[in-house]
Nanobody, 115 residues
């Protein structure tokens, strides 16, 4: 049974910070590339950040310099540290993992940036 469970979302003021977590079970986590994607109402899902099994990272242009993705293989967890948050960062954030021809998604966690 494969599960990806996101946590850490919530309401934050512009300029604030949040850290999202994605806990994985039922997979060989250390073999998987992991990523964060987000989707705002009426918009397409977009890449936020990815991290390979060798910890190489990639970021979407809109979050470069503000967000950091990391992984802790001992805890089967991937993180997204979000700093200097803007209202346009408001979206549902989804955790993704892929390897061995498979692709898995979490249910998402809501991030709202507002005064």
């Amino acid at each position: 049974q494969v599960q990806l469970v996101e946590s850490g979302g919530g309401l934050v003021q512009p300029g604030g910070s949040l850290r999202l977590s994605c806990a994985a079970s039922g997979i060989f986590f250390n073999r998987y590339a992991m990523g964060w994607y987000r989707q705002a109402p009426g918009k397409q899902r977009e890449l936020v950040a990815t991290i390979t099994s060798r910890s190489a990272t990639n970021y979407g242009d809109s979050v470069k310099g503000r967000f950091t993705i990391s992984r802790d293989n001992a805890k089967n967890t991937v993180y997204l540290q979000m700093n200097s948050l803007k209202p346009e960062d408001t979206a549902v954030y989804y955790c993704n993992g892929g390897a061995f021809g498979a692709d898995y998604w979490g249910q998402g966690t809501q991030v709202t940036v507002s005064s």
